[in-house]
Structure formats: C-alpha cells, structure tokens
C-alpha cells in the first residue's frame, strides 16, 4: 500500500495567516494526489484533485501544487470556516489510501 | 444536485454481517465510482472499496476483502455494502461517496454510525 505522510498533525494558526500543509507518498503517484477538508460531525469535502485543480465551488485561496512524492496543500489567508481537518488521497493505484490528517485549530 | 444517504442498522452484534444501502437521489447512479470509506470515532480515513456501476467493476481494500462484498442496484439508485464477521474494530461511521476517476470523492453521503456490539 502507498502510505501518505501528513505534516504537521497539528496547525495552530490566527485568522489571515498562510498556512501549507504537507503531504508525502512513500513512492511515485504522479498527480494523482486530493485534498479534503474535514469539520466534526460532517462527511468531508473534495477541495482539490489531481493535485492543483480546484473542484467547483471552493475558494481561491486553497491552492495545491507538487507530483510524484511530494505535494503541499496551502491556504493564502485563513478565514474563520478554514479550521478544520485536512487530508490527503492517493488514487494512483489501489488500494486508495489517505493520510492521517493535519488539524487546523485557531490560534 | 446529486444527493447520498445511507441507512442501515446501528448496531450490530460482532461476527454477525454489517450491511448498508447508499441511496442516491436527483442524478443516477450510472456511470460513477461508488465507493464506500469509514471513519472511526477520532480517527482517519480508511478507504474500504467501490464499485463502478457501468461495468460492475470492483475494487476492494485487501485488508477487507475477505469479508466485503459490493452491490449495485440501477433500478433503484441504490449501492450496497456488506461486511462480515464484523469486531469491535469494524465501529465507525460509515461513509458512502461518489467518485471520479482520478478525481477522487466529489458527493459524500452524511455518514452513519455503526457500533459492533458484543
């Protein structure tokens, strides 16, 4: 199984602040590579995929970027609704697999 | 806009079978993944399987394969999961979602919880 490495588990960051949140595959998964974001209580929700792309409807200031091994989530400037949990897919081959997750509390 | 709900019994006693429906509602199942992931309380993600209801193709998580099984019913917009000779480890909330092809899950049903009793 491809195993994801989330980093850091755990944000602590003010409204207005930029944050990136790392995510790393144990072997090459192109782009193959989404990220969802999570609030208690609620199913989670499909931010980007194939690693840049911006599903319809989330705002600008979510961005990805990286292939192979190496992919970064960022946020230009945290607002009050972007505290949540953050993870990261892999759908380059099965079984699929996420990360563990990054909270994002505020600070 | 597409629409996911799963239902199902709540509780289940361990070594019995887990079963769930998603129904999906205002689009139809064909032509999409549906995959079925579960979150335990405080925990991760962990992607159990899907099924691609155009071909009936199937793609389970090795560490479950044994015990699940995948449905799909076009008639009615249904897709169904059943997991055997359920544990304690088997408590969670029980997501269905639907998936693109290298996208990932784009519609996410609300989640139901199971507990496995003993």
């Known amino acids: 199984d491809i195993q994801l490495t989330q980093s850091p588990s755990f944000l602590s960051a003010s409204v207005g602040d930029r944050v990136t949140i790392s995510c790393r595959a144990s072997q090459g998964i192109t782009s193959y590579l989404s990220w969802y974001q999570q609030k208690p209580g609620r199913a989670p929700k499909l931010l980007i995929y194939t690693a840049s792309t911006l599903q319809s409807g989330v705002p600008s200031r979510f961005s990805g970027s990286g292939s192979g091994t190496e992919f970064t989530l960022t946020i230009s400037s945290l607002q009050p609704e972007d505290f949540a949990t953050y993870y990261c897919q892999q759908l380059y081959t099965y079984p699929i697999t996420f990360g563990l997750g990054t909270r994002l509390e505020i600070k | ?118």
């Open chain 2, 1 to 118: 806009q597409v629409q996911l709900q799963e239902s199902g019994p709540g509780l289940v006693k361990a070594s019995e079978t887990l079963s769930l429906t998603c129904s999906v509602s205002g689009g139809s199942i064909s032509n999409y993944y549906w995959s079925w992931i579960r979150q335990p309380a405080g925990k991760g993600l962990e992607w159990i399987g899907r099924i691609y209801t155009t071909s009936g193709e199937k793609n389970y998580n090795p560490s479950l394969m044994s015990r699940v099984t995948m449905s799909v019913d076009t008639s009615k917009n249904q897709v169904s999961l059943r997991l055997s000779s359920v544990t304690a480890a088997d408590t969670a909330v029980y997501y269905c979602a639907r998936g693109i092809q290298g996208v990932g899950n784009d519609c996410w049903g609300q989640g139901t919880l199971v507990t496995v009793s003993s």
